[in-house]
């Protein structure tokens, strides 16, 4: 309850600083077609709410912030369960987030839109996730997790996940127990180590630290090899039927595609900027992190994308009995080449 309350909280500030009343998303802007094509002039006194921390920070240490601080507000927010919320209250307009919230907010009756996707290069090899095992747990392959405790997280990607291993290896979710614990911070790590489940989907700094920290009393974890490396940008999909609104996210979708890029191309810059001043992490958890993380894959055909996306969908819907729906019109195609035009220098 006190999470919930403090978000709420967190989001009507929001809304009081951004000048935009209880909409965000809608400020009386001109409108425009969602077919129609997308402008490219930003007119002056648009102002659109942005919740990627990340992308803000690697703007700054880029110096690239300036190409859209005029019209860009950024909030600090990030993933499904937040950014959902705040598009409902109106107070968001473009959120960054993994693979399944568009798919869950469009199951909740939510207007939202894909605007720009990002991967990884050779993806099996550079997981976000491994499956953390608890202290004296047996699981050494993935026909091991019949019978056991897993961390669920329904909504998010870690759930996904758990759904597509059991998938995988010919289980159902009758053949293990689903424990429903949020996946944020270390929860997950918590549940392991004091064995509340015996198998959890952990990413990021998590496996190292879980492993530093128990793997003397047994903790172990195990590769899922399955794609995990989904990220989007998506947006309130009355965002962009305002034309000033669209034209100021297609501007942030290019900026945040050079952003990327940069990332990648500055390593170093990026651990201290981002992963130890920002974060508070060491430089050794950055390094680990950037070298887990691989390259970035940022494509102007969103085809193979879809497809995979289409499989997601058809899964969950199998498994939580929402109505089926087509993975392609989460995605708003007009974007489809603008972060990798902008990474060639190709957008204007």
Same mark, same amino acid.
């Given at each position: 309850?006190?999470?919930?309350?403090?978000?709420?909280?967190?989001?009507?500030?929001?809304?009081?600083?951004?000048?935009?009343?209880?909409?965000?998303?809608?400020?009386?802007?001109?409108?425009?077609?969602?077919?129609?094509?997308?402008?490219?002039?930003?007119?002056?006194?648009?102002?659109?709410? +942005?919740?990627?921390?990340?992308?803000?920070? /690697?703007?700054?240490?880029?110096?690239?912030?300036?190409?859209?601080?005029? !019209? &860009? %507000? !950024?909030?600090?927010?990030?993933?499904?369960?937040?950014?959902?919320?705040?598009?409902?209250?109106?107070?968001?307009?473009?959120?960054?987030?993994?693979?399944?919230?568009?798919?869950?907010?469009?199951?909740?009756?939510?207007?939202?839109?894909?605007?720009?996707?990002? !991967? #990884?290069?050779?993806?099996?090899?550079?997981?976000?996730?491994?499956?953390?095992?608890?202290?004296?747990?047996?699981?050494?392959?993935?026909?091991?997790? #019949?019978?056991?405790?897993?961390? !669920?997280?329904?909504?998010?990607?870690?759930?996904?996940?758990?759904?597509?291993?059991?998938?995988? +290896?010919?289980?159902?979710?009758?053949?293990?127990?689903? &424990?429903?614990?949020?996946?944020?911070?270390?929860?997950?790590?918590?549940?392991?180590?004091?064995?509340?489940?015996?198998?959890?989907?952990?990413?990021?700094?998590?496996?190292?630290?879980?492993?530093?920290?128990?793997?003397?009393?047994?903790?172990?974890?195990?590769?899922?090899?399955?794609?995990?490396?989904?990220?989007?940008?998506?947006?309130?999909?009355?965002?962009?039927?305002?034309?000033?609104?669209?034209?100021?996210?297609?501007?942030? +979708?290019?900026?945040?595609?050079?952003?990327?890029?940069?990332?990648?191309?500055?390593?170093?810059?990026?651990?201290?900027?981002?992963?130890?001043?920002?974060?508070?992490?060491?430089?050794?958890?950055?390094?680990?992190? &950037?070298?887990?993380?691989?390259?970035?894959?940022?494509?102007?055909?969103?085809?193979? /994308?879809?497809? #995979?996306? %289409?499989?997601?969908?058809?899964?969950?819907?199998?498994?939580?009995?929402?109505?089926?729906?087509?993975?392609?019109?989460?995605?708003?195609?007009?974007?489809?080449?603008?972060?990798?035009?902008?990474?060639?220098?190709?957008?204007?």
């Amino acid at each position: 309850m006190f999470r919930r309350t403090r978000l709420l909280s967190a989001l009507a500030l929001l809304a009081v600083v951004a000048g935009c009343g209880s909409n965000a998303a809608a400020d009386g802007g001109a409108k425009l077609a969602l077919d129609a094509d997308l402008p490219t002039t930003v007119p002056d006194g648009t102002k659109i709410v +942005v919740g990627d921390p990340a992308t803000e920070v /690697a703007l700054k240490l880029s110096g690239q912030l300036d190409k859209v601080s005029k !019209f &860009v %507000q !950024f909030a600090n927010l990030s993933g499904g369960p937040q950014t959902t919320e705040a598009f409902r209250a109106r107070a968001l307009d473009v959120g960054s987030v993994a693979e399944i919230p568009p798919i869950h907010a469009t199951w909740t009756g939510l207007k939202v839109k894909i605007v720009a996707s990002k !991967f #990884r290069q050779d993806p099996l090899n550079h997981p976000i996730y491994q499956l953390g095992v608890a202290p004296g747990v047996e699981v050494k392959k993935l026909e091991d997790l #019949r019978g056991k405790k897993i961390a !669920f997280s329904p909504g998010q990607a870690q759930g996904a996940l758990v759904l597509k291993v059991l998938k995988k +290896v010919g289980l159902t979710k009758e053949d293990v127990k689903l &424990v429903e614990l949020p996946s944020t911070g270390d929860v997950y790590s918590n549940a392991l180590s004091a064995k509340q489940v015996d198998v959890a989907p952990i990413g990021g700094v998590q496996v190292k630290r879980y492993l530093t920290k128990y793997g003397k009393d047994g903790a172990s974890t195990i590769p899922h090899g399955i794609r995990d490396d989904a990220g989007h940008l998506y947006v309130a999909q009355e965002s962009l039927e305002d034309a000033g609104k669209a034209a100021a996210i297609r501007a942030y +979708v290019a900026a945040w595609g050079v952003a990327q890029d940069w990332i990648d191309k500055h390593p170093k810059e990026w651990i201290a900027g981002y992963y130890v001043k920002d974060q508070g992490l060491t430089e050794a958890d950055g390094q680990w992190l &950037v070298d887990n993380a691989g390259h970035p894959d940022i494509s102007a055909d969103w085809s193979d /994308a879809i497809e #995979r996306q %289409q499989e997601t969908v058809d899964l969950l819907s199998k498994e939580t009995g929402n109505k089926e729906i087509e993975a392609k019109d989460l995605y708003d195609l007009r974007f489809q080449t603008v972060a990798a035009d902008a990474i060639k220098g190709g957008a204007k």
